[in-house]
């Protein structure tokens, strides 16, 4: 059998076992709002190379996938309100949404979340996820022309010269701060190529069952058949957030990037440094909108054909929330991160008072670990594992940060209660109950 028909076989049967799993597991629905008119879109889950139109459809598939739950499949806003739980803020906009516990995996509500949908540099974070645990950050790297080859038109940019040398954790700041397609290509070119790297980020995304996602670019520039899913997003910053350099770098506000090298006016060579600030508006702020109080990063895109897209995670009163919105209607200034706050809100309220309708999966092939051993803080997770044995010990913080109560500070580390999150030693998944996230950071005024 052809490699390209054993992987589509192998991918669809994951899904259907997936999906077997969720409907035994889910409960009833209830509170379901009215689904929207359905396309005759296939069902996503039945080709590994899906495609998307340079304009996506402006109506959900009538079959979406069902991974993590029967009730994420269906169209429309899925949500069940127990006693004193706030209704879902009415004026969201956007065509996919999903609100879940970073920790327990619980989905609280959610929109259209297997819809595949352009991610935008959102998919950067399956880049650093696959990537991130392969490099010390203290690498040095200079680069070559082709390095720089294939980006795309109009690309963002963190300003990258050729014969210029670069630390990783440079470029990695690069990548998360300003979304800079020409730090993912460095990287990738370090991978052994753009080629090599979309086929690793295909795999992971498999690896962690986030099947509604396609790889053809490595940095989420538009390109045909390019698409994932507000579910996949959501697991996707998940197991990004288990790495210790992903926490910290999705969560630094500003950092110093190296310049390009000139003669002074004494002839005499020197490089200079200018500043770089994440484009995350509710880590960031804006005129128009504020830093999001106890937000941790995570990602934004924003092209033509995806619009705008976003994950964040959000920790207020020892729990820990991630949201994911995909392009929202209203093209309001920031509308992304208004919505996502209106969710992070609506989440932080409704918590416990909601009947999960769905759960982030874990990875494939993960099995559960002993839970009445596994000790908060008892072991690292996999990216800080990994990363220690690799030079990539935790960087001094390069701004200051943002807390609910405004008070001035330095990052602070929390040790969120639970056991292990997931060990990758040697390809093997141990997966507990819970995924806490430890050294999660919070921003501080």
Same mark, same amino acid.
């Given at each position: 059998?052809?490699?390209?028909?054993?992987? =589509? /076989?192998?991918?669809?049967? *994951?899904?259907? @076992?997936?999906?077997?799993?969720? &409907? +035994?597991?889910? #409960? $009833?629905?209830?509170?379901?709002?009215?689904?929207?008119?359905?396309?005759?879109?296939?069902?996503?889950?039945?080709?590994?190379?899906?495609?998307?139109?340079?304009?996506?459809?402006?109506?959900?598939?009538?079959?979406?996938? =069902? /991974?993590?739950?029967?009730? *994420?499949?269906? @169209?429309?806003?899925?949500?069940? &309100? +127990?006693?004193? #739980? $706030?209704?879902?803020?009415?004026?969201?906009?956007?065509?996919?949404?999903?609100?879940?516990?970073?920790?327990?995996?619980?989905?609280?509500?959610?929109?259209?979340?297997?819809?595949?949908?352009?991610?935008?540099?959102?998919?950067?974070?399956?880049?650093?996820?696959?990537?991130?645990?392969?490099?010390?950050?203290?690498?040095?790297?200079?680069?070559?022309?082709?390095?720089?080859?294939?980006?795309?038109?109009?690309?963002?940019?963190?300003?990258?010269?050729?014969?210029?040398?670069?630390?990783?954790?440079?470029?990695?700041?690069?990548?998360?701060?300003?979304?800079?397609?020409?730090?993912?290509?460095?990287?990738?070119?370090?991978?052994?190529?753009?080629?090599?790297?979309?086929?690793?980020?295909?795999?992971?995304?498999?690896?962690?069952?986030?099947?509604?996602?396609?790889?053809?670019?490595?940095?989420?520039?538009?390109?045909?058949?390019?698409?994932?899913?507000?579910?996949?997003?959501?697991?996707?910053?998940?197991?990004?957030?288990?790495?210790?350099?992903?926490?910290?770098?999705?969560?630094?506000?500003?950092?110093?990037?190296?310049?390009?090298?000139?003669?002074?006016?004494?002839?005499?060579?020197?490089?200079?440094?200018?500043?770089?600030?994440?484009?995350?508006?509710?880590?960031?702020?804006?005129?128009?909108?504020?830093?999001?109080?106890?937000?941790?990063?995570?990602?934004?895109?924003?092209?033509?054909?995806?619009?705008?897209?976003?994950?964040?995670?959000?920790?207020?009163?020892?729990?820990?929330?991630?949201?994911?919105?995909?392009?929202?209607?209203?093209?309001?200034?920031?509308?992304?991160?208004?919505?996502?706050?209106?969710?992070?809100?609506?989440?932080?309220?409704?918590?416990?008072?909601?009947?999960?309708?769905?759960?982030?999966?874990?990875?494939?092939?993960?099995?559960?670990?002993?839970?009445?051993?596994?000790?908060?803080?008892?072991?690292?997770?996999?990216?800080?594992?990994?990363?220690?044995?690799?030079?990539?010990?935790?960087?001094?913080?390069?701004?200051?940060?943002?807390?609910?109560?405004?008070?001035?500070?330095?990052?602070?580390?929390?040790?969120?209660?639970?056991?292990?999150?997931?060990?990758?030693?040697?390809?093997?998944?141990?997966?507990?109950?819970?995924?806490?996230?430890?050294?999660?950071?919070?921003?501080?005024?």
């Amino acid at each position: 059998m052809p490699a390209p028909m054993k992987q =589509t /076989v192998r991918r669809s049967l *994951l899904v259907t @076992a997936a999906s077997l799993t969720s &409907l +035994a597991l889910t #409960a $009833p629905a209830s509170l379901a709002a009215p689904s929207p008119s359905p396309s005759k879109s296939p069902s996503p889950s039945k080709s590994a190379s899906p495609s998307t139109s340079a304009s996506p459809s402006a109506t959900p598939p009538a079959t979406m996938s =069902t /991974v993590g739950g029967a009730r *994420l499949g269906q @169209a429309g806003t899925q949500v069940a &309100l +127990a006693g004193g #739980a $706030p209704v879902v803020p009415k004026d969201l906009t956007a065509r996919s949404w999903i609100v879940a516990d970073a920790e327990s995996g619980e989905v609280l509500a959610a929109h259209n979340p297997h819809w595949r949908l352009p991610p935008a540099s959102t998919m950067k974070m399956l880049f650093a996820d696959t990537v991130l645990p392969k490099f010390p950050r203290t690498t040095q790297h200079k680069v070559v022309p082709k390095d720089l080859a294939g980006i795309g038109s109009g690309s963002s940019l963190v300003g990258i010269k050729e014969n210029e040398t670069y630390s990783v954790q440079d470029l990695w700041l690069g990548v998360f701060l300003r979304s800079g397609n020409d730090a993912v290509h460095v990287l990738s070119s370090m991978n052994g190529g753009v080629e090599s790297t979309v086929k690793e980020m295909n795999q992971h995304a498999e690896e962690l069952q986030a099947l509604d996602t396609h790889v053809v670019s490595p940095d989420g520039y538009d390109a045909p058949g390019q698409v994932s899913s507000a579910y996949d997003l959501t697991l996707i910053a998940r197991s990004g957030l288990q790495k210790k350099d992903f926490r910290e770098y999705c969560s630094t506000v500003t950092a110093k990037f190296p310049g390009e090298t000139k003669k002074n006016k004494k002839g005499k060579k020197v490089r200079s440094s200018f500043e770089i600030q994440n484009t995350n508006r509710l880590l960031a702020g804006d005129y128009d909108i504020s830093q999001y109080p106890g937000i941790a990063g995570v990602k934004n895109g924003n092209t033509t054909n995806a619009g705008a897209t976003f994950t964040g995670v959000a920790e207020r009163a020892g729990r820990v929330l991630l949201v994911t919105v995909m392009n929202p209607e209203k093209s309001d200034h920031n509308e992304v991160y208004k919505e996502t706050a209106k969710l992070f809100d609506w989440g932080f309220a409704a918590a416990g008072k909601v009947t999960p309708v769905g759960e982030l999966v874990p990875p494939q092939g993960a099995a559960p670990s002993a839970q009445a051993s596994a000790q908060p803080g008892a072991n690292p997770s996999s990216g800080e594992s990994a990363q220690a044995g690799r030079g990539g010990g935790s960087q001094q913080p390069v701004a200051s940060a943002v807390a609910d109560d405004g008070s001035r500070g330095m990052w602070t580390a929390l040790g969120i209660a639970g056991g292990v999150l997931v060990l990758l030693a040697g390809g093997a998944y141990v997966v507990n109950r819970r995924w806490p996230l430890p050294d999660l950071v919070r921003r501080r005024r």
